[in-house]
């Protein structure tokens, strides 16, 4: 293949040609929408540093899944916001918490939305860890009965899949159990497999209201310096019984998708996080970049890197291009 008898600008020299040997697409289908909701009506907060994204009670969630899924969109994640936090994170697993409220009345209204439900209690947590805390650090063993609870109640509210995001080891085989023994078989497992202890999530905490008290998460999520370690923590959750593993955040962690992809032949998701979301919204609104154009490029990355589903906040915005091509 040398030049001048190969000239790869041949096949460059066309919107035709180009879109003829174009090795990856991103697709409506391959998009999954995170959502908020809080208690109470007529809620609509912004969050400040998520520009289009809101805090949303539960009527008004109801019209954001309605426009989502008129979109063409799959499915969305929940995310919930407690009335009161605690120190157990009672409402995760309350049969009347926000999420478990949420999922019932968006099947009820569009049975055939998709609907992930994170399982993690740092959003219902006083002290805003993924966990129990004993003496100064979160215990796994005492926190996965909860996690498994958590996710229980989501499935009984009617969630179809449950996403765990708390990173304590176990915590994907404890609620595999759970759910089968209580006659849940059927709702497989997103976990959450390959979760950094990122800077990237500060937006998300202020979405979420879920930054913890004191310390950091770097005792249960991993360290960004690694990656072999990605590879034995989604063979666990494998063997536990994960039926698609995730990597997070997105971007800066493309190398650990790949590496995913041609190590396991699960599929994989890559969780574009806010902090992502919100880098592109602040240099857009600067006027430093074209921000739909950088939006649709990293979701064309993250795809070529080897997901298989893209969580991210753009999944809207990114549908609206979609239908118009
Ligand atoms: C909860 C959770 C977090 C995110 C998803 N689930 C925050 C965290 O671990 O601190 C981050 C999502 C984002 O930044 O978009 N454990
Ligand atoms: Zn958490």
New binding site residues.
Partial sequence: MNFPLYRPRRLRKSEQFRQMIQETRVTVSDLIC?LFVKHGRDIRTPISSMPGYFQLSVENLLEEAKEVYRLGIKAVIL?GIPKVKDEMGSEAYASHGIIQEAIRRIKEVIPELIIIT?V?L??YTSHGH?GIIKGNDVDNDATLEFLARMALSHAEAGADMVAP??MMDGRVGAIRKHLDENGFSSVPIMS?AA?YASS??????EA?E?APTFGD?KTY?MDPANALEAIREVRLDIEEGADIVMV??ALPYLDIVTRLHSEFALPIAA?N???E?SMVKAAASMGWIDGTKVMMECLLSIKRAGADLIIS?FAKEAARILEEK
Avoid: H, M, N
């Fill in positions: 995170p995310f994170d993690c740092c959003e993924c995001s708390d959450y979760k990237f999530y500060g937006p998300f905490r979420a879920s998460r999520q997070k955040p969780f996080v806010s902090g979301f906040y």
